[in-house]
Every structure is written in C-alpha cells, then in structure tokens.
C-alpha cells in the first residue's frame, strides 16, 4: 500500500478465480506518488520487483514500471551488477516469496 499523506492509497486487489490483477490507477500520478516518496525519505536504496513481476504477477509489474519511472524521472538509476551479493541478500529477507525468484 502507498499513501504519502495525502489519502491516496494503492492496494494490492486480491486474488479471484481468475488469477492476480493490478490495482486500477493513473500511470502519471502512481508515478508521481513514488517520487514523492522517494523525494520525502531520502533511502539510500530503492528496491522494488522484477519486470517480470518474479511469476507474472501484474501488481508487481505495475509497481515496478511505476517504481522504476519515477527512479528514472529523479535520475536516480544506478546499475546493480556490482551489487550482486546485497541484492540476493535482500531478496532472501522474503522468505515467503522466495520460490517466486529460485522456483519451486
């Protein structure tokens, strides 16, 4: 869920028969919103899913469109491959997703 204060959420829908959907949204303000957040906390990190979505989920493929324009509009990019260790390292923190990213 995001909500930067000003009542605005985003939550993941949950899952019908028909599989996994994206929240509805305005492309342009979720990325908005991202860089506000981004703007307002300063991280020293930006992490976010795949562009795959890990198994084709498209929340996480929406979220990491959204999440990597608004890296992009800051011009905050930085490339990760000499950073291979922290990034595992910080994907083993979601245990209960990590047959998503190492399969089953």
């Known amino acids: 869920m995001l909500d930067r204060g000003g009542g605005r959420h ?3 829908p949950p899952s019908t028969d028909d599989g996994h959907r ?3 949204y305005a492309p342009t303000q979720l990325r908005e919103d991202i860089r ?3 703007e307002s906390h300063v991280p020293a990190l ?9 198994y084709g989920h498209p929340a996480h493929q929406l979220l990491h469109q959204r999440t990597a324009a608004a890296v ?3 011009d905050l990019r ?3 491959i000499p950073h291979v260790r922290a990034k595992v ?3 083993t923190c979601h ?3 990590w047959t998503a990213f190492v399969g089953q």
């Open 89 to 91: 390292r910080a994907l």
């Open 36 to 38: 506000a957040l981004i």
């Open 72 to 74: 992009d509009a800051a």
């Open 95 to 97: 245990r209960t997703q």
């Open 10 to 12: 985003y939550v993941d």
């Open 78 to 80: 930085l490339e990760t």
């Open 46 to 54: 930006v992490l976010t899913h795949g562009s795959s979505g890990e």
């Open 22 to 24: 994206a929240p509805e």
